[in-house]
C-alpha cells in the first residue's frame, strides 16, 4: 500500500511564495512518476505539475509555468512544489499523486495513488 502526504499549504498574499512537499512511503518506486494537481470550489481537479521517475522530464501547466518548480528526492522519497509568484487564482486544495509508471502525464485519471490533499489560499 502506497501513502501520500501533503504538507506546507497555508495562506499567503498575491505574489508570496510556499513550498509544498509530499512524503511517500509504502511501495513507492523510484521508478513511479510523481505530480502535482489542484482543485478549487466548484472546478474540476486539474493538472499542475509532473516529474518522471528518474526525476527528470519536469512538466508544468501553462498558468504555472515559470512560477513553480517540481524537485524530487528518490532517497528521501519526496517531491516537492514550489510556488512563487502566487495570485489569488492558485487558490485550491493542492493534491500529490504517484503514478506506478516511470512517465508522467497530465491526466488525473492515470495517477494510481493520491494524498488528502493541503490548502492553499492567496489573497489579493
Known amino acids: 500500500q502506497v501513502q501520500l502526504v501533503e504538507s506546507g499549504g497555508g495562506w499567503v498574499q498575491a505574489g508570496g511564495s510556499l513550498r509544498l512537499s509530499c512524503a511517500a512511503s509504502?511501495?513507492?518506486?523510484?521508478?513511479?512518476?510523481m505530480g502535482w494537481f489542484r482543485q478549487a470550489p466548484g472546478k474540476e481537479r486539474e493538472f499542475v505539475a509532473a516529474i518522471s521517475g528518474g526525476g527528470r522530464d519536469p512538466h508544468y501547466a501553462d498558468s504555472v509555468k515559470g512560477r513553480f518548480t517540481i524537485s524530487r528526492d528518490i532517497d528521501k522519497n519526496t517531491v516537492s512544489l514550489e510556488m512563487n509568484s502566487l495570485k489569488p487564482e492558485d487558490t485550491a486544495v493542492y493534491y500529490c499523486a504517484a503514478r506506478n509508471w516511470a512517465n508522467p502525464t497530465t491526466a488525473p485519471a492515470f495517477y494510481d495513488y493520491w494524498g488528502q490533499g493541503t490548502q492553499v489560499t492567496v489573497s489579493s
Open positions: 509504502g511501495r513507492v518506486f523510484s521508478t513511479f512518476a
